[in-house]
């Protein structure tokens, strides 16, 4: 049995430039917004024509600078998750938000679940109407080094009709889907799940590929 110790959840945030003001950045008919920059990284929105059902492919990409962090969807105790709102105004809406497999890392008692390079994050967009689109983004993230720095910016795209291709997107975005996480496969289960009455401790009876830890093997990491 594997145990999870779940431990009181701290937000360490040093707060900067009064939350790191809203600054838009926008490109004109392009599929690549302009990079939105702060002290820790930078980011931008990417994205191709919406196909013939509305869908639209697009990711943000974050670049954290050498020696600082951005973190997953679930941070751990410490830090700020990835948060997309699409304008309602738009016409477009925000369906999923796919995510690669990050790193664990420890300081002390804190537990962050991080990137600590160039990520990007596959979105899944529709939008209501037909003809040109605007997607008008509102991205916030942390950014993290020895402090935790809120960057906020609204990321701008206008996407014409599909009447080209666009490789240098298209690579991007394959490149996303590439590094997603893999289904589970059929040796891969929790078989069992329990909380403890003090729901500080989450246990597991796990069922892993290969006979999961071993000798000569390195122990998951869950």
């Not at 869908?55 to 679930?74: F, M």
């Not at 990520?119 to 935790?148: E, N, Q, R």
């Not at 891969?188 to 000798?215: N, Y």
């Amino acid at each position: 049995m594997m145990i999870i110790s779940s431990g009181p959840r701290r937000l360490l945030i040093a707060i900067v430039s009064a939350v790191a003001a809203l600054v838009p950045f926008s490109s004109a008919h392009a599929e690549m917004s302009a990079w939105a920059t702060n002290e820790g990284g930078r980011m931008r929105l990417v994205a191709l024509a919406p196909d013939a059902g509305g869908k639209i492919r697009a990711a943000l990409q974050i670049e954290p600078k050498p020696g600082w962090i951005t973190y997953w969807k679930e941070p751990g105790n410490s830090g700020i998750p990835p948060q997309i709102t699409i304008a309602a105004e738009s016409g477009v809406t925000l369906d999923a938000i796919a995510y690669p497999v990050p790193k664990h890392f420890f300081n002390g008692a804190i537990e962050d679940i991080a990137y600590d390079a160039p990520v990007t994050l596959p979105l899944s967009l529709t939008a209501a109407g037909k003809g040109p689109v605007t997607i008008d983004a509102a991205a916030f993230i942390g950014i993290c080094k020895d402090i935790c720095i809120p960057f906020q910016a609204n990321l701008q795209l206008k996407l014409g009709p599909a009447i080209q291709s666009h490789p240098q997107e298209e690579e991007i975005l394959q490149a996303a889907d590439a590094r997603l996480p893999k289904p589970p496969s059929q040796d891969f289960d929790v078989t069992v799940h329990a909380m403890s009455p003090d729901r500080k401790t989450l246990s597991l009876d796990l069922v892993l590929p290969g006979g999961g830890a071993g000798e000569g093997k390195a122990a998951p990491d869950i």
